[in-house]
């Protein structure tokens, strides 16, 4: 044991201590790191064949430690650093807070794990690694982030953070008394990072680890989110609004124009009673009620028990939400809110020309707590350590999925909102959701709807202007639910996720019919932890405006102004916004110019389910012989039989017809539910894990084939147009930035990948005899001995 510890610290070459860490805080080493691969810890930590040995017969594939740069490599390297040093890019406003030199960056990638050493930074907005990445020419990320680099994470995205003390793997919160040897911080993002910190000295350990664990975890103040200095300091500097055709809903006009669109201005009024907030916090300044509802009643109860316009359907009918009143009353306020509500549901509840459902969520439906503690476990299955983590969990990883069961929950919302279609298309009723503050489930629940009923939410404008309509306007508290501020764990709970969740179901199973990619659900996702942008950061309009507009009173200058997320360019250049967009998407027919035919009417009618259910489609198997039986029985015994049942069947009923039909992009479109149709959002979820890429494949490669035969149809269009100058056409360079010759794999664009390149130099001549990759693959397992070098 001795003697492999001594050949490690031979072979793990460093410099002398530094007495003057300015000198080489910068240098760049790649570095044997020295980890135990599993099992009990090692007596010595500093075991060397630990991790390589284990025998050849051993099945899981293990970690093997080997360096890119051999000892006599390394002054070069210094060299080359020296010329290309890694600076930190601050942005307006940002402050850096700590720093700590030579600390180790692990990275994990098929050859192994190795290390990097840099800088680790703690400022107001990041925690960032500076240190040199070990990325070869062609093969450049392509799809840069413009304000959070790959060895950047948001103070906002940090998830958990962990010590590592003689091995053992701690959680790390409140003053420390000892400070870890090593940081594992899990980001929300689902990126791991591993920092190790012994050969850092122990007062920036100290200042470094203490800083991030305040910073990322002690409860903040609104005013003191980063957002506020960023857009201070950029107010003099930025032109005002930039044009965005996303409705942001924050005039009536947005309303009036939403009305019209969707033809709910007959029966829908916009309302300008709460501006000012003047009669409610909760809702925003304006917003759409039914035209028979008296205006004071909706100062009434605060907006509590109104009914609140989300939508209207072709035929008419309404998605309507409401806040219940809170549970416990004394019996006389309990008659009048009963007395109230009676009034209310009367002027929407007018048989038999408008009927009624209603919903209520917060008792029949998934709880928050559910989805709080489902989603807790689904993320440990991608917050993977190591790899040996890795392989350890995967023969049990359906059913820690399964038991996890956040699939089951997406599956919930997605029948629920197909239920809540069947009432608007086939019953001809209007759905009115009641939650308690009508700020989550609800959201949900009418978002998913208007995107399976509504082509325009299936737009990139058209889902942003959703977003803006249902959740940011809707009061969805963005600051609670992602516990941006830290000040109530217990309020934490993923339901924006769960929606791009949901969305993204339907955009793998249908992706002509949408015009944004999963690549674009996934950066958005990944927006919910910058705080740059306001759309993420309030609870409520109210909240927003109090605090941006209060700040202009107290200096006496413009209100701030806060950037969008629907402002992409803030993010991405032009280039890699490309992959935003999907190519496939099937684009609507323009109406005929003439409108007295009106084509475009007829079009849509013709794509939803007949509003009469006797002229519905064949069914099949099963459901025909039943449907016979309760033609038979006549309607009123089978609701004898069971009424839920009936209900069920109506579900079934509607949901299989649909099915069975071809499918339009541009009407209604219904998720399949079924088990193996809900699946696991890989991209989002598995784009850090080098272990789970897929080499070539994944659905990333026929999308890059697809952009490149775009890109060729351009080009010759371009040619033919400018055949008459004949002139040789520029370049285009829209799109040729995807044509590197690399390889895609599943994690592109986000993680790089993984070549043959970066496999280590081995330390024997074995490298050139080695015949393939797969061969490479064995021999790493079983690959062994360092001893000699
Ligand atoms: C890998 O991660 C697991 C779980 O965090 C840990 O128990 C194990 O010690 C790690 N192994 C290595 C080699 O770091
Ligand atoms: C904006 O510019 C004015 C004058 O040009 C200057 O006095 C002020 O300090 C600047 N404000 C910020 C936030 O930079
Ligand atoms: C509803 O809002 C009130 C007041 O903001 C809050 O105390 C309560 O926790 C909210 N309820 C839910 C279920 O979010
Ligand atoms: C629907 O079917 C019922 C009997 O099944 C019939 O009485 C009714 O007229 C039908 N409606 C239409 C519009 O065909
Ligand atoms: C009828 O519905 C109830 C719930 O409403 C259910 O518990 C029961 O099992 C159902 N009966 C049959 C025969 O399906």
Redesign the pocket.
């Known amino acids: 044991m001795g003697g492999a510890a001594a050949s490690a610290a031979a072979w793990c070459w460093w410099p002398p201590l530094p007495e003057e860490p300015e000198l080489w805080r910068l240098v760049v080493l790649a570095v044997v790191l020295l980890?135990?691969?599993?099992g009990p810890a090692p007596e010595d930590g500093e075991m060397l064949g630990k991790?390589v040995g284990g025998g050849g017969g051993s099945k899981a594939p293990k970690?093997s430690f080997v360096s890119y740069v051999r000892p006599e490599e390394i002054h070069t390297n210094e060299k080359e650093v020296a010329e290309k040093e890694v600076t930190l890019h601050l942005l307006p406003g940002e402050q850096l807070l700590c720093e700590a030199s030579t600390v180790l960056k692990c990275i994990q990638d098929d050859s192994g794990q190795h290390g990097i050493c840099g800088k680790l930074v703690c400022t107001d907005f990041k925690i960032a690694f500076l240190g040199e990445e070990s990325t070869l020419d062609d093969n450049e990320p392509q799809f840069k982030n413009k304000l959070i680099g790959e060895n950047d994470i948001t103070l906002h995205c940090v998830d958990q953070i962990y010590g590592v003390f003689d091995?053992k793997?701690k959680p790390l919160f409140g003053q420390l008394k000892k400070y870890p040897e090593k940081l594992i911080i899990h980001c929300k993002d689902l990126r791991v990072f591993h920092f190790c910190l012994r050969y850092t000295k122990e007062e920036e350990v100290k200042r470094i680890v203490s800083g991030i664990i305040h910073h990322t975890q002690a409860p903040k103040l609104l005013k003191r989110l980063f957002l506020f200095s960023y857009a201070t300091a950029k107010q003099n500097s930025t032109a005002t609004g930039p044009t965005h055709q996303t409705v942001m809903f924050d005039t009536i006009k947005d309303w009036h124009w939403e009305l019209e669109r969707t033809k709910g201005n007959i029966k829908y009024k916009a309302v300008s009673a709460n501006e000012g907030y003047k009669v409610c916090e909760k809702l925003p300044a304006y917003f759409v009620v039914p035209v028979s509802l008296p205006e004071e009643d909706i100062s009434c109860f605060q907006g509590r028990g109104i009914p609140i316009w989300c939508w209207s359907c072709h035929n008419g009918c309404a998605l309507l939400k409401m806040s219940a009143f809170p549970k416990e009353q004394d019996e006389s306020n309990l008659q009048i809110q009963k007395a109230f509500l009676d009034g209310i549901y009367k002027t929407i509840h007018n048989p038999p020309y408008e009927t009624l459902k209603t919903e209520d969520l917060s008792n029949s439906f998934i709880s928050l707590q559910e989805i709080q503690t489902s989603y807790s476990k689904f993320k440990q299955l991608f917050l993977i350590?190591?790899s040996?983590?890795f392989w350890d969990t995967d023969v049990k990883w359906f059913s820690l999925l399964e038991s996890s069961n956040w699939l089951d929950i997406i599956r919930r919302c997605l029948k629920k909102a197909i239920e809540v279609i069947e009432c608007l298309e086939v019953q001809n009723t209007n759905v009115l959701l009641i939650e308690e503050n009508a700020s989550d489930l609800c959201c949900i629940i009418s978002s998913l709807v208007q995107v399976m009923m509504d082509p325009y939410c299936r737009t990139r404008f058209g889902f942003q202007s959703l977003i803006q309509k249902e959740w940011i306007m809707g009061g969805h508290c963005f600051l609670d639910r992602c516990n941006h501020l830290r000040q109530n764990d217990k309020e934490e709970v993923p339901v924006f996720l769960l929606f791009l969740d949901c969305v993204w179901q339907l955009v793998q199973q249908y992706p002509p019919a949408f015009e944004f990619t999963e690549t674009y659900l996934t950066v958005l996702s990944d927006s919910l932890y910058i705080p740059i942008f306001s759309t993420f950061f309030f609870n409520s309009p109210y909240q927003k405006d109090a605090n941006v507009g209060k700040e202009s009173q107290d200096s006496q200058n413009k209100p701030l102004s806060l950037l969008t997320v629907w402002d992409w360019s803030v993010q991405f250049e032009s280039k890699a916004q490309i992959l935003l967009n999907n190519p496939l998407y099937v684009e609507k027919p323009k109406p005929d110019r003439n409108p007295r035919r009106a084509p475009h009417f007829k079009h849509q009618r013709q794509l939803s389910l007949p509003l009469n259910p006797n002229k519905s489609s064949p069914k099949r198997g099963f459901f025909e012989t039943d449907h016979l039986i309760k033609n038979l029985l006549g309607k009123r015994i089978s609701k004898l039989i069971n009424s839920s049942d009936e209900l069920h069947d109506n579900f079934r009923e509607f949901y299989d017809s649909w099915h069975s039909k071809i499918v339009d992009y541009h009407g209604l479109l219904l998720p399949h539910i079924e088990g193996p149709e809900i699946k696991v959002w890989a991209q989002r979820c598995l784009r850090w894990i080098p272990e789970a890429q897929i080499l070539g494949g994944s659905p990333v490669a026929i999308m890059n084939k697809v952009l490149e035969m775009m890109e060729e149809v351009q080009s010759l269009q371009k040619k033919i147009d400018e055949k008459h100058n004949s002139l040789m056409a520029p370049p285009l360079d829209g799109l040729s930035l995807l044509r590197k010759p690399a390889r895609l794999s599943s994690l592109f664009p986000f993680a790089l990948l993984q070549r043959h390149s970066s496999k280590p130099v081995l330390p024997t001549n074995s490298w050139k005899t080695l015949g393939d990759e797969e061969d490479l693959a064995k021999q790493e397992d079983e690959f062994v001995d360092l001893g000699d070098v």
Request: aromatic share 0%; hydrophobic share 10%; glycine share 8%.
């Open positions: 980890l135990p691969s599993r991790g970690p091995e793997k350590d190591n040996s983590e």
